[in-house]
């Protein structure tokens, strides 16, 4: 519903949901947290210049992150759920960043430092101004955790977790029921 709220269409809804699955399972998350908290951050960039590809890139640059990192799901839920928050109130504040995002996302306020160029003091100090914008936090975030986590090489092709694997195993399951629904079983239970 979430899906078909933001983008307008139940075809757009599923192809975005479609996307949340196929980043979920390649990089052995949770589908429906994992898809979830995309509708969330979709919804909270939508009439944003972060809507569109910078949500989606920097949506698997932390997914990945996440993943790489052995997280949870409820941590990857909830450093995704901090960038809706920052691109809900459009100026990112270090509470989010550093509080929400960074407890959960080890690197998290170096990788956006560097994506921006700047050092560690500076995006501080451009935090708490108030100047910095989810706008202009995404890709540099995005940017930086490609860099420190990998977006391809070695670190993207780690040795699969036994989380990820338990997860790969859920999303299977997942799908099981899914296909079983689609298939007209839960109608002709009704």
């Known amino acids: 519903r979430t899906f078909r709220a933001v983008t307008g269409s139940v075809a757009a809804a599923s192809q975005e949901m479609e996307y949340a699955r196929d980043v979920a399972n390649r990089l052995g998350l949770e589908q429906i947290a994992t898809a979830k908290s995309y509708a969330d951050l979709l919804a909270a960039t939508k009439g944003t210049a972060a809507e569109g590809a910078p949500t989606r890139a920097v949506f698997e640059s932390v997914s990945r992150a996440m993943s790489v990192a052995g997280k949870s799901a409820a941590e990857t839920s909830g ?112």
């Open 79 to 190: 450093a995704l759920n901090a960038l809706s928050q920052m691109a809900s109130k459009g100026v990112v504040q270090m509470e989010e960043l550093r509080g929400q995002l960074g407890d959960r996302l080890p690197g998290a306020l170096k990788a956006t430092a560097d994506g921006l160029g700047i050092s560690t003091a500076q995006l501080i100090k451009l935090v708490e101004s108030g100047r910095m914008t989810a706008e202009e936090l995404f890709p540099a975030l995005a940017a930086g955790l490609d860099k420190l986590y990998g977006s391809t090489g070695a670190a993207a092709e780690q040795t699969e977790t036994l989380t990820q694997k338990w997860e790969h195993f859920k999303n299977g399951v997942t799908d099981a029921f899914k296909a079983i629904g689609d298939a007209g079983a839960v109608n002709a239970m009704k």
